[in-house]
């Protein structure tokens, strides 16, 4: 049963065009949100978090949104930049657990030059 | 800061071997460290969570024997892949966080395991 889902395996976009990544939960029990961006033989890379008492959080070219009652969060990037191209993960997570996440299953992002 | 390490990067070993990854918090007290394993263009599942000085709680369908984990101090978590088998070839990933401080984990930079 996954929970978190991430329906697009892979996406491209053109170098300055805005990238959107989405990302659909099922646990209502979720309450934070984050997003990692990976590269191949790597670990996650921290890029941006989302606590369920917000409904948008903005860092620099990355917004994340998060819509509850459709259990939905998305991932902007402003402008796209080619060093960008890497798969996305979001995760969820539940504050008054163990802090565990739970992945998406990812989407590879390749930005165009 | 909140940097993680894991060693090794990567290990080639023989079916029925036993291979020992180690996750170190290198600037801070980790009180949780949480072990993933991903295969090739999938998630990272988690496999489980270790807290300093007791048990693993290990996800369902993770074998307690095959994967021990020991989190013997605030720094330091090790895997131990018992009796491992090609199937166990993957890329195991650990991340540490430290609750006080937030929710964030941080991710070492993962294991390539290949059981031959």
């Known amino acids: 049963d996954q929970q978190v889902k991430q329906n697009s395996p892979s996406l491209s976009v053109q170098e300055g065009r805005i990238s959107i990544l989405n990302c659909d939960y099922t646990n209502s029990m979720f309450d934070y949100f984050l997003w990692y961006k990976k590269y191949p033989a790597e670990g996650p890379t921290f890029l941006i978090s989302?606590?369920?008492?917000?409904d948008k959080n903005e860092d620099g070219r990355f917004t994340v949104f998060l819509n509850k009652s459709a259990k939905h969060l998305s991932l902007h990037i402003v402008p796209s930049q080619p060093g960008d191209s890497a798969v996305y993960f979001c995760?969820?997570?539940?504050?008054?657990?163990?802090?565990?996440?739970?992945f998406g299953t990812g989407t590879r992002l390749k930005v165009l030059a | 800061g909140a940097v993680v390490s894991q060693h090794p990067s990567r290990v080639i070993c023989k079916s029925g071997t036993s291979v020992k990854i180690e996750c170190r918090s290198l600037?801070?007290?980790?009180?949780?460290m949480f072990w993933y394993r991903q295969f090739p263009k999938q998630s990272l599942m988690l496999m489980a969570t270790?807290?300093?000085?007791?048990?693993?709680?290990?996800e369902q369908g993770v074998e307690k024997d095959k994967f021990l984990i020991n989190h013997a101090s605030l720094t330091l978590s090790t895997l131990t892949v018992t009796s491992a088998h090609p199937e166990d070839s993957s890329f195991y990933i650990c991340?540490?966080?430290?609750?006080?401080?937030?929710?964030?984990?941080?991710f070492g930079p993962g294991t390539r395991l290949t059981v031959l």
């Open positions: 989302i606590s369920s008492i917000k």
């Open positions: 270790s807290n300093e000085g007791s048990k693993a709680t290990y």
């Open positions: 991340s540490a966080t430290w609750a006080p401080g937030g929710h964030e984990q941080f």
């Open positions: 995760a969820a997570s539940e504050t008054s657990g163990t802090y565990k996440y739970i």
């Open positions: 600037d801070f007290q980790a009180t949780t």
